[in-house]
């Protein structure tokens, strides 16, 4: 590997650290004020219904922001270990590169929920915004919810990845289907459909109920997706490069799957 080579992975492996610690950092912040003990929205808007949607749809515009950002130009801003599982298996990403997205995305991860202790007793309310299993439907309903939600990210993501018309938009994919998903979803299991994002706030927090909820559900829930993706139905157009931001730009040689 030549050192310019070397030198782009590590630009492309550090944009990827800090876009995955701003989703965590921010979002999870959103989490803590919408739904944190004393948190503004919480007296604003009652309903917790309302709060869900509005939390996923302010959750999906931080990663949509990050995505179209100059980190996400840089890394192609998978943001999630599932999404690079993705990439993997359509192909589009060397398993050594997959490899090294994961572990920048969890350190990432860490580094994105330290800070939500300075929230304190707000924070410590909602576990940092840890997802948990529902109490009420227990852990099964939430791994189904899990699976579920990833299953349907994956693959409208990929969707609109495969056609040269809709993947610049894919970035506005995620405002919406969180909105959605987090309005129906959280109340199983939080609504990850990110091993990374509930890797953080358990961490920090040491709550980690059903951790592995947030692992199983969404690697199964890819893995669906992507052999849905295989169908023959659907083979009538391929992903290109393993990125989520399509503007135009020349992709950096991380994503060729010829690159060294």
Partial sequence: MTANKRATHWRVFGAELIGTALLIGVGLSIVILDFGQGGVLVRIVPSEAWRRLITGFLFGCTGAAITISPLGKASGAHLNPVVTLAFLLMRRLRARHAAGYVVVQLIGAVLGAAPLLAWGAMGRSVAYGATLPSP?????????????????????????LRHRATKPFAPALFPPLYAIMVWLEAPLSGASTNPARSF?????????????IYWIGPIVGALLAIAAHRAPMWRRSAIGVAKVHHFGHQPSAVFHMDAD
């Fill in 200 to 212: 953080g706030p358990a961490l920090i927090s040491g709550d980690w109920r059903g951790g592995w």
């Fill in 136 to 160: 009420v439907f227990g852990e099964g309903w939430a791994l189904l919810g899990e699976i579920g939600g990833t299953f349907i990210m994956v693959f409208c993501l990929f969707e609109l």
